[in-house]
């Protein structure tokens, strides 16, 4: 024998959510003397009604029944908004447990009444879920629960709701008869979605099976429609509403029987009946036991913080409604979920999707448990920060605003801190030119038990930059000669970057000649030729050269200097014995004393001072001793009475070498 039971069977989210909120009422008035009453039988289902009332949970039929102080619990069908306002009058606490999905129904039709629209109610009259739903339009709508009495219905423009339990054949039938009619119809389709796949359910499991089984309440409707579908597809239905109405002698005739059950049917009452049967036909001892572990699973509550698995559902555009295995259902409204501009909850979600999602509060306030999907990926998130700290990877972080000290950065749905001195490798002292970008970061430090991780930009910085000088030591060698830019003067040189790392050019390299200061030759910013003259990979340093990269003067002095020629130079250092003329960097000629002028010369300083240009002819040089003769006085003229001095002994010799007395011929003739 093979009993098995059909899916989605048993209590509905609504059906839940009104014995959890009726619960919650006997714990908190317990001992109080208060009283508590439902309006009307909580649900259809006699078992679960006496344990109410043994409990101390009467039924009101009407508001009347009902006296100040009291406490009305109203069922999960919902009442009249005429109902509402008379507990309220009356001075009665009114817990609202009506389910969600009628709810809806209900700001349907008021809506649709306030724009004198025509209402149509598909379902029947007399229940109470019907008669609720007309009461929030003024009891205006036309209820209709067959294709015949929708044929009565004058021609015109109708609004179309219908009861949570019918079935849909009964709305596509009662539709097909209004538009043949030529009635414009504007349908929503308030069916509910636990109900259709029960029936489902109950229709595909009655067609495989011998027997069924349908376990509820004799008044319950969804309960009997289940019974008419199975009775369609298997002649051999059995109603029963407890295991008192099991018919076990017609039962044990049956080798495979399908077990369904009602909205309002609890499942200790299927667990029970499935128990009994098993026993019975197997001749079996099977207790409870065999059905605790599942029990107990549908008793327990997940805890705050928990991550759970569940089924879908039901979605609309504000929440998620999740079947977690327990007694309450798990509610994922839209803001804990992170969604794209324009995306809605249907567009990522849809019934029957397995999701995984972090309780936020075992009661959301409706009786059911409260989910968030961005809570479970605020703890991925924080997983892979962690993972990140440890394995020292980087991960990207956006910088969102400026805090005292720095900025705040969020990595995904988690924020972090990043110091000013963090943001760069170089100094930061206003962080608003980062607010908004996106930066590589390495985590350095994680508590998400007090939320807080520090990330860094400069550490990110650092680690590209180690790279590139490691790339840069492996690609230099001593003789290279490479682009550099002059970055900062010390007295003793200046520092120059090489491509991302700074070598040392000493004012002795920088030139073949003195210098006092880099200033005098080289500028920030500067672009410049060096050779590398030395590298210590190990204390990072590389000593650079830029004279190095010219001839030295010497090597090409008979290239372009010669004896007797005229050059002109600075003067650049002043002795007794004469004065040192710099002709170009690194090459220097000596003005003896004696050259400096065509008169005698008793201080040099008279005549010359450092820092002046002048004229000079070279007279000797020696390349072995590298030493240059140079003259001033002989690339200028000489002076006038110099000139006259030198003439007047000449013209004094001709003059004795003629005659004393000669005559005129002779004369003209010499």
Same mark, same amino acid.
């Given at each position: 024998?093979?009993?098995?039971?059909?899916?989605?069977?048993?209590?509905?989210?609504?059906?839940?959510?009104?014995?959890?909120?009726?619960?919650?009422?006997?714990?908190?008035?317990?001992?109080?003397?208060?009283?508590?009453?439902?309006?009307?039988?909580?649900?259809?289902?006699?078992?679960?009604?006496?344990?109410?009332?043994?409990?101390?949970?009467?039924?009101?039929?009407?508001?009347?029944?009902?006296?100040?102080?009291?406490?009305?619990?109203?069922?999960?069908?919902?009442?009249?908004?005429?109902?509402?306002?008379?507990?309220?009058?009356?001075?009665?606490?009114?817990?609202?447990?009506?389910?969600?999905?009628?709810?809806?129904?209900?700001?349907?039709?008021?809506?649709?009444?306030?724009?004198g629209k025509n209402i149509v109610i598909?379902?029947?009259?007399?229940?109470?879920?019907?008669?609720?739903?007309?009461?929030?339009?003024?009891?205006?709508?036309?209820?209709?629960?067959?294709?015949?009495?929708?044929?009565?219905?004058?021609?015109?423009?109708?609004?179309?709701?219908?009861?949570?339990?019918?079935?849909?054949?009964?709305?596509?039938?009662?539709?097909?008869?209004?538009?043949?009619?030529?009635?414009?119809?504007?349908?929503?389709?308030?069916?509910?979605?636990?109900?259709?796949?029960?029936?489902?359910?109950?229709?595909?499991?009655?067609?495989?099976?011998?027997?069924?089984?349908?376990?509820?309440?004799?008044?319950?409707?969804?309960?009997?429609?289940?019974?008419?579908?199975?009775?369609?597809?298997?002649?051999?239905?059995?109603?029963?509403?407890?295991?008192?109405?099991?018919?076990?002698?017609?039962?044990?005739?049956?080798?495979?029987?399908?077990?369904?059950?009602?909205?309002?049917?609890?499942?200790? %009452?299927?667990?029970? +009946? !499935? $128990?009994?049967?098993? &026993?019975?036909?197997?001749?079996?001892? /099977? *207790?409870?036991?065999?059905?605790?572990?599942?029990?107990?699973?549908?008793?327990?509550?997940?805890?705050?913080?928990?991550?759970?698995?569940?089924?879908?559902?039901?979605?609309?555009?504000?929440?998620?409604?999740?079947?977690?295995?327990?007694?309450?259902?798990?509610?994922?409204?839209?803001?804990?979920?992170?969604?794209?501009?324009?995306?809605?909850?249907?567009?990522?979600?849809?019934?029957?999707?397995?999701?995984?999602?972090?309780?936020?509060?075992?009661?959301?306030?409706?009786?059911?448990?409260?989910?968030?999907?961005?809570?479970?990926?605020?703890?991925?998130?924080?997983?892979?920060?962690?993972?990140?700290?440890?394995?020292?990877?980087?991960?990207?972080?956006?910088?969102?605003?400026? %805090?005292?000290?720095? +900025? !705040? $950065?969020?990595?995904? &749905?988690?924020?972090?801190?990043?110091? /000013? *001195?963090?943001?760069?490798?170089?100094?930061?002292?206003?962080?608003?030119?980062?607010?908004?970008?996106?930066?590589?970061?390495?985590?350095?430090?994680?508590?998400?038990?007090?939320?807080?991780?520090?990330?860094?930009?400069?550490?990110?910085?650092?680690?590209?930059?180690?790279?590139?000088?490691?790339?840069?030591?492996?690609?230099?060698?001593?003789?290279?000669?490479?682009?550099?830019?002059?970055?900062?003067?010390?007295?003793?040189?200046?520092?120059?970057?090489?491509?991302?790392?700074?070598?040392?050019?000493?004012?002795?390299?920088?030139?073949?000649?003195?210098?006092?200061?880099?200033?005098?030759?080289?500028?920030?910013?500067?672009?410049?030729?060096?050779?590398?003259?030395?590298?210590?990979?190990?204390?990072?340093? !590389?000593?650079?050269?830029?004279?190095q990269t010219t001839p030295e003067p010497? *090597?090409?002095?008979?290239?372009?200097?010669?004896?007797?020629?005229?050059?002109?130079?600075?003067?650049?250092?002043?002795?007794?014995?004469?004065?040192?003329?710099?002709?170009?960097?690194?090459?220097?000629?000596?003005?003896?004393?004696?050259?400096?002028?065509?008169?005698?010369?008793?201080?040099?300083?008279?005549?010359?001072?450092?820092?002046?240009?002048?004229?000079?002819?070279?007279?000797?040089?020696?390349?072995?001793?590298?030493?240059?003769?140079?003259?001033?006085?002989?690339?200028?003229?000489?002076?006038?009475?110099?000139?006259?001095?030198?003439?007047?002994?000449?013209?004094?010799?001709?003059?004795?070498?003629?005659?004393?007395?000669?005559?005129?011929?002779?004369?003209?003739?010499?």
């Amino acid at each position: 024998m093979e009993i098995i039971r059909a899916e989605n069977s048993g209590f509905c989210f609504g059906v839940k959510r009104a014995i959890e909120k009726t619960e919650e009422q006997i714990e908190k008035y317990r001992g109080t003397g208060r009283r508590i009453f439902t309006c009307g039988p909580l649900i259809h289902n006699r078992a679960v009604t006496d344990s109410l009332k043994e409990r101390g949970v009467a039924i009101a039929e009407k508001p009347e029944d009902l006296s100040q102080g009291d406490i009305a619990i109203v069922r999960s069908h919902g009442e009249t908004r005429a109902f509402f306002k008379a507990l309220s009058d009356r001075g009665v606490e009114t817990v609202d447990a009506t389910c969600p999905f009628v709810s809806r129904i209900h700001r349907l039709v008021m809506d649709a009444a306030e724009k004198g629209k025509n209402i149509v109610i598909v379902g029947d009259k007399d229940h109470p879920e019907v008669r609720g739903i007309n009461g929030w339009c003024g009891n205006s709508a036309c209820i209709v629960n067959s294709p015949e009495e929708a044929e009565r219905l004058a021609a015109g423009e109708y609004f179309i709701v219908c009861q949570t339990t019918i079935r849909q054949e009964l709305l596509d039938e009662v539709t097909d008869v209004l538009r043949r009619k030529g009635c414009v119809t504007e349908i929503e389709n308030t069916i509910c979605s636990a109900t259709s796949k029960r029936q489902k359910s109950c229709e595909e499991l009655a067609k495989t099976v011998e027997a069924m089984v349908i376990i509820g309440g004799r008044n319950s409707s969804n309960t009997r429609k289940l019974y008419e579908i199975s009775k369609k597809h298997c002649k051999s239905t059995f109603f029963v509403e407890n295991i008192g109405d099991l018919p076990l002698k017609e039962i044990k005739k049956y080798n495979k029987i399908g077990v369904a059950a009602g909205a309002s049917t609890p499942e200790c %009452v299927i667990k029970e +009946v !499935i $128990a009994d049967m098993s &026993e019975a036909i197997t001749n079996e001892k /099977l *207790s409870m036991e065999d059905f605790m572990d599942e029990i107990d699973a549908s008793l327990r509550l997940p805890r705050t913080g928990e991550i759970v698995d569940g089924k879908v559902h039901q979605v609309n555009d504000k929440e998620v409604i999740i079947n977690l295995g327990c007694k309450k259902d798990g509610i994922l409204p839209a803001s804990e979920v992170t969604l794209e501009e324009g995306q809605k909850l249907t567009d990522l979600f849809k019934e029957g999707d397995e999701i995984q999602a972090k309780v936020v509060k075992t009661d959301d306030g409706d009786g059911g448990i409260l989910l968030s999907k961005k809570k479970l990926e605020i703890n991925e998130h924080w997983n892979e920060i962690s993972d990140a700290l440890e394995n020292k990877s980087t991960i990207s972080v956006k910088v969102i605003r400026p %805090v005292n000290g720095g +900025v !705040i $950065a969020a990595y995904k &749905e988690v924020s972090g801190f990043m110091p /000013l *001195s963090q943001l760069s490798d170089r100094y930061v002292e206003n962080a608003d030119e980062f607010i908004g970008q996106t930066l590589d970061v390495k985590v350095t430090r994680v508590d998400q038990r007090r939320n807080r991780a520090v990330f860094s930009h400069k550490a990110v910085l650092n680690e590209i930059k180690q790279k590139q000088i490691a790339d840069i030591w492996a690609h230099l060698s001593v003789d290279d000669i490479v682009e550099g830019t002059v970055m900062r003067f010390t007295d003793y040189g200046a520092f120059v970057d090489i491509g991302g790392i700074d070598g040392l050019l000493h004012i002795s390299e920088i030139s073949w000649g003195k210098l006092r200061h880099p200033q005098e030759v080289l500028k920030i910013g500067q672009k410049i030729n060096v050779k590398i003259l030395s590298m210590n990979e190990e204390k990072g340093k !590389i000593s650079l050269g830029l004279k190095q990269t010219t001839p030295e003067p010497w *090597s090409v002095i008979n290239e372009k200097y010669e004896v007797g020629q005229i050059v002109e130079g600075k003067v650049v250092q002043i002795k007794e014995y004469g004065a040192f003329v710099e002709l170009e960097p690194g090459l220097d000629g000596l003005v003896h004393i004696s050259e400096v002028a065509h008169k005698r010369v008793a201080n040099i300083a008279d005549e010359l001072s450092v820092g002046q240009m002048v004229k000079a002819k070279i007279l000797d040089i020696d390349t072995e001793k590298k030493r240059i003769s140079l003259s001033i006085k002989e690339a200028m003229d000489a002076p006038a009475e110099e000139v006259a001095e030198e003439a007047a002994p000449a013209e004094e010799q001709a003059e004795e070498a003629a005659p004393a007395e000669a005559p005129a011929e002779e004369t003209v003739e010499e």
